[in-house]
């Protein structure tokens, strides 16, 4: 089979490259230049690029470089700074996925006459007892990315391969160092890549959009605080709320950001019974969601699923999430992901509303 396999500069790809090339298959490695500006974090520096390469020539296998920073700036950078103007949270990481790592790489090998698209990924793509194919945790559970890939159709699932799904982290550093794999050593990338560690979110912000302070007050009005960019604050935050020390934890409740008005509460004020999620995606249907009497729901990349009962809209667009017991408010943009009972398997995902 001839197999695309998208290589970071990360041990996981690289490792996935090495397997499918053990297996038999004709492997091309291809890294994707997603970020043009500074960069010191994420997948897509220069010596990434520059790891990715070397693996690919130990491993005796092409190497290309795609340029999609175009595609990136538009369904990725522009959507992230945009949202903030809106008082939005949003996954920069899981709209990469949706938009750039499957549905563009995808595109680009079925022009190129590949079979397949292979990614490092820590999930599973298996067949299913319903119809097609399942997307199934990885076996690595500290290491799971399913929460990240979530949006891949059927269409998609049919066509992608996750190589080292399989394997628990410490196997797969295990095969890189056997091989040799300059890579089997490297750190995990953790940040989002076009957010430099020495600027941060806040100096990346503060170029494109301009910030506005906010006044910060309690559930009964009281002014107790300002911050100095309304656009930075998100649902939950406890820090850089300009309150004054000693008092109880307070969390933020409520942004207004047309008003520029931030109210803070007691952790109960964050409380709630449920959740509108939007812009749904599902692996199989709404209606193969429907059939479970509760399912499980992850609300970030490695938090605990809870379980819930679903209220699916009738196009399927659209979920009311309704926990079994209340759980914490998600900041809107981030997105919520749907497991079955037995929290193996995906069921779909949406936008917190």
């Not at 291809?30 to 970020?35: A, D, E, K, S």
């Not at 070397?54 to 296998?61: D, K, N």
């Not at 659209?318 to 497991?339: D, E, K």
Request: overall charge negative.
């Amino acid at each position: 089979m001839k197999v695309m396999i998208a290589m970071s500069g990360g041990v996981d790809s690289s490792v996935a490259a090495a397997l499918l090339v053990e297996q038999g298959h004709e492997v091309v490695g291809v890294t994707m230049r997603l970020w043009g500006g500074e960069s010191d974090t994420g997948c897509c520096s220069v010596s990434d690029v520059d790891d990715a390469r070397r693996v690919a020539q130990q491993l005796g296998i092409d190497h290309l470089v795609f340029n999609f920073t175009d595609d990136f700036n538009e369904h990725v950078v522009n959507p992230y700074v945009q949202a903030h103007t809106q008082g939005i949270t949003p996954n920069p990481c899981i709209e990469c996925n949706r938009h750039v790592k499957f549905a563009r790489l995808s595109e680009r090998a079925t022009l190129l006459g590949f079979d397949a698209v292979a990614t490092g990924h820590h999930a599973r793509a298996t067949p299913s007892l319903v119809s097609g194919f399942e997307l199934e945790r990885g076996a690595d559970r500290a290491k799971d990315q399913s929460y990240v890939v979530h949006m891949i159709d059927q269409a998609e699932l049919a066509r992608t391969m996750f190589p080292v799904g399989a394997m628990t982290k410490p196997e797969v550093r295990a095969h890189a160092a056997r091989l040799g794999l300059r890579t089997a050593t490297k750190p995990d990338s953790q940040d989002v890549c076009f957010i430099t560690s020495t600027g941060g979110r806040s100096t990346f912000l503060g170029t494109r959009i301009p910030f506005r302070s906010a006044t910060v007050v309690d559930t009964s009005g009281a002014t107790v605080g300002e911050v100095p960019a309304v656009e930075m604050v998100t649902l939950g935050q406890r820090r850089g709320l300009g309150l004054t020390g000693g008092a109880p934890k307070r969390f933020v409740v409520d942004i207004d950001i047309e008003h520029a008005v931030v109210t803070v509460g007691d952790e109960a004020d964050l409380l709630t019974q449920g959740h509108l999620v939007r812009n749904m995606t599902w692996v199989h249907s709404p209606a193969h969601a429907a059939a479970f009497a509760t399912v499980l729901v992850q609300c970030s990349a490695h938090g605990t699923p809870q379980p819930a009962t679903l209220a699916i809209e009738s196009d399927g667009a659209s979920v009311n999430v309704q926990w079994n017991q209340p759980q914490r408010r998600i900041a809107a943009g981030q997105s919520m992901v749907l497991y079955d009972p037995t929290d193996r398997f995906v069921l779909g995902g949406g936008i917190c509303a």
